[in-house]
């Protein structure tokens, strides 16, 4: 597993993709900043934290769309379905790998917290708590794309294929919304990851909502280790 998480992330560094998904990161994040916090004064940055889930909702899955589809496509991917290692090594060391890389990313966050510290009093429980809920959100984002990866040896359907299923996550939000209060509405809200995002950025961090997310990181990784599992017997 170590082995291919080194070598997943040198990928990254060899080519524009890392650097351009960072760049792409720290624009927006520094672009959100500014807005809604150093252009009015204020300290608080949820609405960072919350406009940053649009943002990573289209970028991340061109953080993974090459993960396995470009092995797919070079067929390349037999001789690593037939290493002496596990499918669940190969899928956990490209997982992390594209996951340090949003790591990288979301370091910036606390740094945010420091520029604003420089000139007025600032709560860092909802910034660490925040930061904590992007790293979660992320997890979910990079194992979605690394399954649908998985699914095609084409990384621009990857990538639209990521984002489709982030824009549902999104629209599933919307729906909950649009239903009258009752039993359904309260099913759909528990499943939302919206919805649960949008509870820490308010400062709302429970433990349901932590197991919630790795639980999604957890079942979209195992289905696509199911899917090399398929593909390694056909």
Sequence with gaps: MFAIFKRELRAYFTSPLGY?????????SGLFFYIFALSVGSTDISSVFLMMFMVLMIFVPLLT??????????KT??????APVSL???VMGKFLAAYAIFAIGVAVMPVYGFVMSTFA????????????????????FVSIGLFV??????????????FFINLMILLMNTLT?????????????SISVY??????????????SLIFFISVIFIFLFLTVRVLEKRRWA
């Design 20 to 28: 351009v998904f960072l760049a792409i990161f720290y624009a927006f």
């Design 65 to 74: 769309m090459r993960l396995l589809s470009e092995d797919k496509k070079q």
């Design 77 to 82: 991917d037999q001789l690593t379905l037939t």
């Design 88 to 90: 669940l090594s190969i």
């Design 121 to 140: 009093t600032v709560s860092w429980l909802p910034i660490w708590g925040n930061t904590v809920g992007l790293l979660l959100l992320g997890g979910i």
């Design 149 to 162: 990866s998985s699914l095609t040896e084409n990384q621009m359907i990857a990538a639209i294929g990521g």
């Design 177 to 189: 919304s649009a239903l009258p209060s009752g039993f359904f509405r309260d099913v759909l809200s």
């Design 195 to 208: 919805s649960r995002y949008s509870q820490i950025t308010n400062g709302i961090f429970s433990l349901s």
